[in-house]
């Protein structure tokens, strides 16, 4: 075992069930310290249960822990996080040299550590296409999107974008996503080959079209379904790597290919599902001509067996109360996509309204969305529930880009907060990051303000650090 105390402030949030574990685990250490090498001594009392945060998971109690003195007890040879409290704990339990592992310390005491940042909607082919102007969703599709896409045959530029797409990822401190690759199985093959020499945890698979496409990027159902079943056979559970089945949408596949897709889905209990839903009021019409015996565009997934606790459906803004309440009965997940509906000019999504029915995530959409950053996606989100007179607070959004979307995903167990035994992925950012920031936070007198700060101003510029399994894989140039 190789033992890295990181000193810093600790930022992450924790369920209720995280707490009991917590205060067990100490209890049962404390009372047998002379068989554990590592007594914990960390406290939970820096919980702010005051602080009222909407749920992923409905019913579920979640609240912010803050150590301002802290750190975090990392092992890098299994990549899992061993502890974390205050600084002097922590150095007191896991800093003698006797009969233990080397350790090393890093002080970032002036710091902030967070959870990596999870995306669960992005399209890692579309980056070469960010910034296309002037369209709306099926147009933009038209005249960018598949132009793009056309260039995934070709496996060395898939792999090159793949290379490029995930140090980009980790330069914004974002150590986790879901993502669409192209039709291409080569598109998704490039993705996990690079990803799995990172070590990251990531979701894709290839897309799923048959129809109302350029003929060049359609794939027949029966072969479509098989390259999704290869690259399951391959790549599901290999390493960090899961794999996603992926129908773009309703327009573009056929019935068959969707009714294909859920039998395959139907097949496996722990492989995702991923489309898009209700995004644009001129795609919701669009499906209501190609499928005139559906109630809606909703129905149309739930009657090919697409819905589940494992799909995530990416926008979700127009939807029928029918629809919210067919979400919440079988678990099916909304990812909001704000900087992606403000620059196609999709809508507003109702990210409370949505939660009290299903889990939502936040995602970056890249490339209809215009940043991968998830600071600067909190920051478009705040202002689409600005615009329908909700809030979102800093809380909210550093909750739901970290545990809440782990539990979107039902990667919770795994990732997500610095509770012992998860993966050791977490950001360290430079809250002082530019002059504006510095200058700014000089200005601030708690720390809600200070993270509200964070979340508007920050950008990729804030991350200093990025370690993905205990293996620092980005540090930023004034490193």
Known sequence: MALH?????????????????????????????????????????????NITLLPVIAGMNVYPEYIANGALVVDDVTGHVVDYGSNEAMLASYAQTNDQAPVNIHNY????????????????PQIDMMAAYGEQLL???????????????????????????????????????????????????????????????????NVLMDQNAPEHLCVPAEQSIQDTQNIINN??????????????????????????????????????????????????????????????????????????????????????????????????QIAHCPTSNLFLGSGLFDLPKTLSYTGVSIATDVGAGTSLSMLTTLNEAYKVQQLQNNQLSAHQGLYQITLGNAQSLVLDDKIGNFMPNKEADFVVIDMAATPLLKRRMAQTKTLDEQLFVLMMLGDDRVIEETVIAGVSRYKSRSL
Do not use: C
């Open 5 to 49: 105390i990181y000193q810093a402030q600790l930022l992450h949030y924790l369920t209720e069930d995280d707490l009991n574990q917590r205060a067990e685990r100490a209890h049962t250490e404390n009372s047998h310290s002379t068989s554990s090498n590592y007594p914990n001594t960390a406290t939970v009392a820096t919980v702010d249960k």
């Open 109 to 124: 005491q002036d710091k902030l550590i967070m959870p990596g940042f999870i995306d669960t909607h992005v399209h890692y």
């Open 139 to 205: 147009d933009w599709l038209n005249n960018y999107t598949f132009v793009t896409e056309a260039n995934f045959a070709d496996p060395k530029i898939a792999y090159d974008t793949a290379k490029f797409f995930l140090e980009q990822l980790l330069a914004n401190g974002t150590t986790s996503a879901m993502v669409f690759s192209t039709s291409h199985p080569e598109s998704a093959e490039a993705f996990f080959t690079e990803s799995h020499r990172l070590n990251t945890r990531m979701i894709t698979g």
């Open 235 to 332: 790549w599901h559970g290999h390493g960090r790597q899961h794999v996603a089945i992926t129908p773009r949408f309703a327009i573009t596949s056929t019935p068959k290919q969707l009714q294909m897709a859920g039998e395959l889905y139907a097949s496996y209990d722990t492989v995702y599902l991923q489309t898009h839903l209700a995004e644009n009021r001129d795609e919701v019409a669009f499906v209501r001509k190609l499928y005139p015996n559906h109630k809606g565009y909703l129905d149309v997934y739930a009657d090919m067996g697409l819905l589940g606790r494992y799909t995530t459906l990416a926008h979700g803004i127009y939807l029928e109360t029918s629809e919210y309440e067919s979400l919440r009965e079988t678990g099916t």
